[in-house]
């Protein structure tokens, strides 16, 4: 018979789930209102996401329109700040706010008990009073369903885990998605490489001065008269059109930055294009955008058919100490964006005082 006594969970005010840049900003609305929290990160160093992105990636905003609550990412020589940069940032606002982060720890599930949320980890567990899940969509990417998909014998490799363009060199590659990421990474390797980019339609390519700080103030006023019941007041071009950054620039001026429509299936060596045409292919970059990382929330039987929780306001509807913050629209404006997360971020925070106030209240 053992004597081997199970640990009992770490107690805490709240947990947050994710250590990248939503759950930096709610640590500092969190900081401020005096609430005991810990950070669960799975990653070893901070940084978040952008430890994956790929080596060149540039932000679209300058450093002041990409900052989080409460200090203004440093200026570059740059226009717009590198991943790198990107990097320092968030690993100095960590100690800046002196933000209690545990990692790496792997959090396998969120369950419910009656007196909190249960976490369970590789390092152990902690039951919290109220959850926040910032875990993000870059553990979630979307690779579409083709025909023949499984019969390809050549590289298949999202945006997720595209590094650079050195083992590309000579080849004929993919690339796969109308968005930011397929813009820029088709600029890179196309000066290596003979690329083909594949979109559903046509890019909608921003003018040449407008960039992220012009989108978001967009944005923000269509949020504004949408909350308002006024008719949209921006014109067109939103968060998802390419930003000309200067490599998308230079791609322009070299011929290569436009695309054709979807093949129509994949052979063991190339891919089927609609008119029956066959094309060698030995890569496809997948730019193919992410799903939201909410595998640990599965024990709570709350995701939609969507993969999503329904929230209210970032709060889950069907458990009442669980918010969701930083994923996309649907939990916040702008939420996935280092600026646009301080809204959601305060919001949250201001919903989770009141939270633990009325549990304190509702003592005997």
Request: hydrophobic share 35%.
């Amino acid at each position: 018979m053992s004597n081997t006594t199970v640990p009992e969970p770490n107690q805490i005010e709240v947990a947050i789930v994710g250590g990248g840049q939503s759950a930096l900003a709610v640590s500092y609305f969190l900081r401020r209102a005096g609430i005991r929290y810990t950070v669960l990160d799975d990653q070893p160093e901070p940084g978040g996401a952008w430890q994956h992105a790929w080596d060149s990636l540039r932000l679209f905003s300058p450093s002041q329109w990409s900052s989080l609550p409460g200090w203004l990412m440093p200026g570059t020589s740059e226009q717009y700040p590198s991943r790198d940069h990107v990097i320092r940032y968030l690993t100095e606002y960590e100690k800046r706010y002196e933000i209690p982060v545990q990692r790496p720890v792997e959090v396998a599930s969120v369950s419910r008990r009656d007196t909190g949320l249960l976490i369970s980890t590789d390092k152990g567990e902690w039951l919290a009073k109220a959850v926040v899940s910032a875990t993000g969509t870059w553990g979630g990417p979307y690779i579409p369903d083709y025909p023949g998909q499984g019969s390809f014998e050549g590289e298949q490799l999202h945006s997720a885990h595209y590094r650079n363009p050195d083992t590309f060199h000579g080849k004929d590659v993919l690339v796969v998605g109308g968005g930011n990421s397929g813009a820029q990474i088709l600029a890179e390797l196309s000066q290596v490489c003979h690329t083909t980019w594949v979109t559903l339609e046509t890019p909608t390519f921003l003018p040449d001065e407008v960039d992220g700080r012009v989108l978001f103030e967009r944005a923000t006023e269509r949020w504004k008269a949408r909350a308002e019941g006024r008719p949209d007041p921006a014109p067109s071009g939103g968060l998802g059109d390419v930003v000309m950054v200067q490599p998308v620039r230079e791609a322009r001026e070299r011929g290569v930055l436009h695309s054709v429509r979807p093949f129509s299936h994949f052979t063991v060596d190339g891919v089927v294009w609609k008119d029956g045409s066959h094309a060698h292919v030995d890569a496809v970059i997948w730019c193919t955008g992410f799903r939201p990382a909410l595998e640990h929330l599965r024990p709570l039987h709350i995701l939609n058919d969507a993969g999503r929780v329904d929230v209210v306001d970032g709060r889950a509807f069907q458990e009442p100490r669980l918010w969701l913050v930083g994923y996309g629209e649907w939990c916040g404006f702008a939420s996935a964006t280092l600026i646009g997360v301080m809204r959601s971020a305060k919001s949250a925070t201001t919903q989770i005082d009141q939270y633990l106030t009325s549990l304190e209240d509702s003592k005997p």
